[in-house]
């Protein structure tokens, strides 16, 4: 009775997400584990045929025989798969044959039994046979789909593992390997047929809801999967710290009245070739005007422009099992944080070690920092991970958690300040006013806060 009571819960808010998606207010409330089974369902409602693809595969030739494999059977992928690892073949055969050993031998010893025992009426000797029978085939089908299960979750681990090797230069990281972006790399025919095969990866692992643990893809990445626009000048921040620093913030740091235009900067991307930002960048001077205008190309040019045609072979791959109208609804019910959480797994947050490591300026009121944690705490996991995300750019390489620095602002809305890990907090009427504002900042950053007000 409770399984079916909570069947029923899940049927009612699978049925609700798709309307729900048109008010962000409420969406953002719904667990994850609801939105994760939404996409799974919204992918397999499309299937005509639901004999999934079996992959044959090499733990020591994975790449080349995944390349193989999804090449042969694109338009079936989105009937998902299954996998059998034929390098370890003579294993499951001698397997078979010990279990077909024994089957002989338990018919054997029936029979002598049969044989010792003629006293037991023989219609009830042979149903008790057929149900011991049936019994034991089910048992090897139970595990067969379980062998199935397990060599599907080893090959999405592995697979993963692959994609993201340093050595094959399809992905790398600018943040101490807390996240990876799309690399230049050669940008040849090879590189591109890589991507979109990564990209078919990621679609196979949320068709199945499998996680993709190394795939720890960046922010603006997770953006761009989902359909939405990257944030440049807090992604980059996020991507490439020591850039965002050193040449970004380097241009923010100018005050109004100081000569920004002595430094001789136009619009064009000098580490590139001087490639233009804009339509004659090479002519256009930057001025304090169009400071921002300038910073904003930049990055999104370092983030996306400059390695268009890798960015479109992943998203290609993935569109594969993700069409557009299915892209179109899960941009609004899932964050890039939740995607992320998708893809590699959900973990709890340790609010005493992230509490530990973090600070107050002294202009911020003791009770303001007491109500901010208090807040936090009333967050569920995947809104603490947004809210982590928003302030610090989430787990460091090895797991950890970075601190934040909580200051007092004047405006209306939090704030981050992009690579110092700071978060200015206005002061809120009541604690629920000051969790709704977090989570709209967490979701939709600086820019997307303070339109809401």
């Known amino acids: ?105 338990w018919e054997k010893d029936g029979q002598e039994d049969e044989d010792m025992d003629k006293d037991h009426d023989t219609d009830k000797e042979d149903l008790d046979e057929d149900e011991d029978d049936d019994h034991d085939y089910r048992q090897k089908d139970q595990a067969d789909q379980s062998c199935t299960e397990k060599d599907r979750k080893e090959f999405f681990r592995l697979a993963a593992e692959e994609f993201m090797e340093p050595e094959l230069g399809l992905f790398v990281s600018k943040d101490g390997g807390r996240s990876y972006h799309v690399s230049p790399g050669e ?61 970004v913030g380097k241009i923010l740091d100018y005050k109004e009245g100081e000569p920004l235009g002595d430094l001789g900067l136009t619009f064009v991307d000098e580490a590139a070739g001087k490639a233009e930002l804009c339509l004659g960048g090479a002519e256009r001077q930057v001025t304090e005007e169009n400071k921002m205008q300038y910073l904003d190309l930049l990055c999104h040019y370092r983030l996306v422009d400059s390695i268009r045609p890798q960015v479109d072979a992943l998203l290609s791959g993935v569109q594969a099992l993700l069409p557009s109208q299915v892209q179109a609804e899960l941009q609004r019910v899932l964050t890039a944080t939740e995607l992320g959480l998708c893809l590699w797994g959900e973990s709890a947050i340790d609010l005493k070690s992230w509490k530990e490591k973090s600070k107050a300026t002294p202009e911020m009121a003791p009770g303001m920092i007491e109500e901010f944690w208090k807040a936090v705490e009333g967050m569920t996991n995947e809104q603490q991970h947004a809210l982590l995300e928003y302030t610090t750019g989430g787990f460091t390489a090895e797991g950890a958690i970075e601190g934040l620095t909580l200051a007092p602002t004047e405006g209306l809305v939090p704030e981050t300040v992009p690579g110092y890990n700071t978060l200015k907090l206005p002061k809120y009427g009541t604690l629920a006013e000051m969790r709704s504002a977090l989570l709209r900042a967490a979701t939709y950053g600086n820019e997307g806060a303070q339109s809401w007000e």
């Open 1 to 105: 009775m409770l399984h079916q009571g909570l069947e029923s819960a899940n049927d009612l808010m699978q049925s609700l997400l798709s309307p729900l998606q048109w008010w962000p207010q409420y969406v953002q409330h719904v667990p994850l584990h609801f939105k994760r089974r939404w996409l799974s369902e919204k992918l397999r409602c499309r299937v005509e045929q639901p004999k999934p693809v079996l992959l044959e595969v090499q733990r020591e030739n994975l790449l080349d025989c995944l390349c193989s494999g999804l090449d042969q059977c694109t338009d079936t992928l989105r009937w998902g798969i299954d996998v059998s690892f034929t390098d370890g073949e003579e294993d499951w055969d001698k397997e078979d044959r010990d279990w077909n050993k024994g089957q002989r031998t």
């Open 187 to 247: 940008g040849d025919a090879k590189q591109l047929k890589q991507l979109q095969l990564c990209g078919k990866l990621i679609g196979l692992a949320l068709l199945h809801g499998e996680p993709v643990t190394a795939m720890k893809l960046s922010r603006p990445l997770r953006r761009l999967l989902l359909g939405s626009p990257i944030r440049p000048l807090e992604d980059m921040a996020a991507v490439d710290p020591e850039f965002y620093q050193n040449q």
